[in-house]
């Protein structure tokens, strides 16, 4: 199977002309990084019209026509970050949580938000935890995550116990608003991606737990899938995407398939290293050396 990849950097306009290229080269099938749903849905609309299936690789397009969605469980991702927070609070009775969530514009952050609500709002009705803040960032901008929790933090006289950050990024915002408050590793926050960044802060106890996302194995499973499309095999296509996810704007639902992410706390982070997403060396370097030998990681 021949593959032209295409990367628009973020660029619109770039993004719907390769579209427009590769259909017109008629290719079989098309798979869809959206940068936004509304320039997204107007790909998907005219490779639709030139009889080219279309895969959602990631990142869902709300409203388009995608045939098959190909993602981990975002909902799974926010099941696992709020249980992190919940396991690293323990039996803490009415701890004051702070959610700083991603985009409002990314079906993924709505997604994550979602599965997170499953495991806390039934503590927040409780009166278990108490809700102090949710907060979506625009752009998932870390330096806007950080000046509006150093707001939510001053507002609250540093009475927060609990953060769920929505990725590695805006966690590292909030540590560095905690460590200036001297909270930093005794708040627990979450995140996910597994960064290199994310990954330290995990072992130096800043940050409760990452949430671990194989990018080699959502590209098999999307290769696997649109081999048997381009192949006309729509049968076996059906048999892969297992899940259904739901297209709100576009009222329908689409079929999924849906990989299963990985907790990471200092329990398991050698994992991360044993599938070389990063690098022993560069996550033990410096002073986490002994943390990594704690860790079982080379350090």
């Not at 599965?115 to 409780?126: A, C, F, I, M, R």
């Not at 892969?240 to 907790?263: C, F, N, S, Y």
């Amino acid at each position: 199977m021949d593959a032209d990849i295409r990367n628009a950097d973020g660029d619109v306009q770039k993004f719907s002309q390769d579209a427009d290229d590769l259909i017109r080269k008629g290719v079989k099938v098309l798979m869809v990084v959206s940068l936004d749903s509304q320039s997204g849905a107007e790909v998907e609309r005219k490779a639709r019209a030139a009889g080219v299936a279309t895969v959602d690789y990631d990142r869902l397009t709300l409203g388009g026509s995608a045939s098959y969605y190909v993602s981990f469980d975002n909902v799974g991702v926010g099941q696992l970050q709020a249980q992190g927070l919940v396991d690293c609070l323990g039996q803490k009775r009415g701890a004051r949580i702070v959610e700083i969530e991603g985009a409002p514009t990314d079906n993924n952050a709505t997604l994550f938000h979602q599965g997170q609500e499953q495991v806390l709002k039934p503590k927040y009705d409780s009166g278990e935890y108490t809700l102090v803040r949710s907060q979506p960032i625009d752009n998932w901008d870390a330096e806007q995550a950080g000046g509006v929790f150093e707001q939510i933090l001053d507002a609250n006289r540093d009475r927060v116990d609990g953060v769920v950050a929505a990725n590695d990024g805006l966690a590292d915002a909030v540590i560095s608003v905690l460590r200036q408050h001297g909270l930093a590793g005794k708040v627990p926050v979450t995140g996910q991606d597994a960064t290199l960044a994310g990954l330290r802060s995990v072992l130096r106890g800043d940050q409760c737990m990452s949430v671990y996302k194989p990018v080699r194995d959502e590209a098999a499973a999307a290769a696997g899938l649109v081999s048997a499309l381009a192949k006309g095999d729509k049968g076996s296509a059906d048999t892969l995407a297992t899940g259904v996810v739901r297209d709100e704007a576009g009222h329908r639902d689409v079929p999924a398939l849906l990989i299963k992410p990985t907790m990471i706390t200092k329990a398991n982070i050698k994992k991360v290293v044993s599938d070389n997403a990063v690098s022993a060396a560069d996550l033990c370097a410096g002073d986490l050396a002994p943390l990594c030998r704690a860790a079982d990681l080379p350090g």
